[in-house]
C-alpha cells in the first residue's frame, strides 16, 4: 500500500499558541489530500482538504500547506484551543477508476490549559 | 446534513460467534468503505465497494465479508469472532466522480467487544 506518515506522534500546546502538524506521502499520483480530526470513541472528522493543484487552504483557524516537491503536508491550527485536542489523522487520495485512500499514524494533539 | 449512519453503535460478543455491522451512506454518495480501528491504532482499511461491486480489498479476514446492497447501504459480516477483532469499525462513504470533491466521511463507528 501506499504510506502516509506522521513525523510526530504526540504534540502538546499551551491554550492560545499555534499548532503545526506535519505529514508526509509517498505517492506522486495522490491528488487530494484530507485532514481529520478523530476524538475518542468518535468517528473521524473532517476538517480541511486541499487538491493537488493547489499549495495553500484556509479554513477557519485551521490552514493546510501542502508542498509537492517534498511530498509534505501540514495542518496549522491557529490560537490552539482546549477542544482541538485530539488525534490528528492526513489522508491521501490516490484515483485509479475508484477512489483510494490512504490513512498516515495519527498525531495527539494535547492542549494545555 | 445527512451524515454517514452505523449500526449497532454497541456490539457485545462471545468468541466464535457471528456479527453484522451495517452502514448507510449519505444520501447520493455511491461508495462505501470499511475500517477497523483497534485502540490506539490507526484506521485500517478493510474493503470498499462501490455500485455493489467491491472496488477495493484491504486487510480484511478470511472470516469477514460485506456486501452493499442496492440501496447503497453496507452490511459487514463477521464469523467466528476471536478476541483480536475487539475494535471500532469504522464505514465511511464518497462519491465516486474524481472532478467533484468527493470528500470522504465517516461515520461514529460500530464498537464492537468479543468477550
Known amino acids: 500500500g501506499e504510506s502516509v506518515g506522521l513525523h510526530l506522534p504526540t504534540l502538546s500546546v499551551q491554550e492560545g499558541d499555534n499548532s503545526i502538524i506535519n505529514c508526509a506521502y509517498s505517492?506522486?499520483?495522490?491528488?487530494?489530500f484530507i485532514w481529520y480530526k478523530q476524538e475518542s470513541g468518535k468517528g473521524p472528522q473532517f476538517i480541511i482538504d486541499?487538491?493537488?493543484?493547489?499549495d495553500k487552504r484556509q479554513g477557519q483557524r485551521v490552514t493546510v500547506l501542502l508542498n509537492k516537491t517534498v511530498k509534505h503536508l501540514s495542518l496549522q491550527i491557529a490560537a490552539t484551543q482546549p477542544g482541538d485536542s485530539a488525534v490528528y489523522f492526513c489522508a491521501e487520495r490516490v484515483y485509479n477508476n475508484f477512489n483510494k485512500f490512504y490513512f498516515g499514524s495519527g498525531t495527539k494533539l494535547n492542549v494545555k490549559p | 446534513a445527512a451524515g454517514v449512519i452505523q449500526s449497532p453503535r454497541h456490539l457485545i460478543k462471545e468468541k466464535r460467534e457471528t456479527a453484522t455491522l451495517k452502514c448507510y451512506p449519505i444520501p447520493r454518495h455511491d461508495t462505501v468503505y470499511w475500517y477497523q480501528q483497534g485502540p490506539g491504532q490507526d484506521p485500517q482499511f478493510l474493503i470498499s465497494f462501490y455500485e455493489k461491486m467491491q472496488s477495493d480489498k484491504g486487510s480484511i479476514p478470511d472470516r469477514f465479508s460485506a456486501q452493499q446492497f442496492s440501496d447503497y447501504h453496507s452490511e459487514l459480516n463477521m464469523s467466528s469472532l476471536e478476541l483480536g477483532d475487539s475494535a471500532l469499525y469504522f464505514c465511511?462513504?464518497?462519491?465516486?466522480?474524481?472532478?467533484?470533491?468527493?470528500?470522504?466521511?465517516f461515520g461514529e463507528g460500530s464498537w464492537l467487544t468479543v468477550v
Open positions: 486541499i487538491r493537488s493543484n493547489m
Open positions: 505517492n506522486s499520483a495522490s491528488d487530494y
Open positions: 465511511a462513504s464518497s462519491e465516486r466522480n474524481r472532478g467533484r470533491g468527493n470528500t470522504i466521511y
